[in-house]
């Protein structure tokens, strides 16, 4: 199975901030990278998909980057309601497996 | 717009079984695989089945493989996840997600699982 690791696990930051956070595949996997973010008590709402297409209706302050092994994704200009967790998410090939999730906390 | 409706969790007790369904609306749904993704309280999510369109082609997680079956019933736009054996580690809240390439574009609600004697 391939593994996905993200970092850093937590993270606090300021309204206004720009942010990145990571996530490694312990084998290539192209640009099958998924980006996820959820609020507590929802289900989780799909950013980006290829690594670096925002899903429809996406806000462009979010960005993702990579191919391979190493992975970012980037928002920018950070909003009240942009702090939640974010997971990262492999497709390359089955099983498919997601990081252990970056919490994002207002500073 | 893309609705997806789970049902059908509930509490159960080790060994039993229950069945989960997806409802579909919103987009031309034989033309999309699907899949169900759990998470258990606490952690994150977790993938568990896929299913091609056509529902000939069905993939699972190991942790599920020959205790949980994924099925589709196109002329009813709705997904389903038979589950049996259930086991105290599968308690999660289980969501359908169309996937259209692979990955999840739109996500249900989320239905509960809870396993416990």
């Known amino acids: 199975d391939i593994q996905m690791t993200q970092s850093p696990s937590s993270l606090s930051a300021s309204v206004g901030d720009r942010v990145t956070i990571t996530c490694r595949a312990s084998?290539?996997?192209?640009?099958?990278l998924a980006w996820f973010q959820q609020k507590p008590g929802k289900a989780p709402k799909s950013l980006i998909y290829?690594?670096?297409t925002l899903q429809s209706g996406v806000p462009s302050k979010f960005s993702g980057t990579g191919s391979g092994t190493d992975f970012t994704l980037t928002i920018s200009s950070l909003q009240p309601e942009d702090f939640a967790t974010y997971y990262c998410?492999?497709?390359?090939?089955?099983?498919?497996?997601f990081g252990q999730g970056t919490r994002l906390e207002i500073k | 717009e893309v609705q997806l409706v789970e049902s059908g969790g509930g509490f159960v007790q080790p060994g039993g079984s229950l069945r989960l369904s997806c409802a579909a609306s919103?987009?031309?749904?034989?033309?999309?695989?699907m899949s169900w993704v759990r998470q258990a309280p606490g952690k994150g999510p977790e993938w568990v089945s896929a299913?091609?369109?056509?529902?000939?082609?069905?993939y699972y997680a190991d942790s599920v493989k020959g205790r949980f079956t994924i099925s589709r019933d196109n002329s009813k736009n709705t997904l389903y996840l038979q589950m049996n054996s259930l086991r105290a580690d599968d308690t999660a809240v289980y969501y359908c997600?169309?996937?259209?390439?692979?990955?999840?574009?739109?996500w249900g609600q989320g239905t509960l699982v809870t396993v416990s004697s």
């Open positions: 997600s169309k996937t259209p390439t692979l990955t999840p574009d739109y």
């Open positions: 919103g987009f031309t749904f034989s033309t999309y695989a």
């Open positions: 299913i091609n369109g056509g529902g000939t082609s069905t």
């Open positions: 084998q290539g996997i192209s640009d099958y």
């Open positions: 290829g690594a670096s």
């Open positions: 998410q492999q497709y390359n090939s089955y099983p498919i497996t």
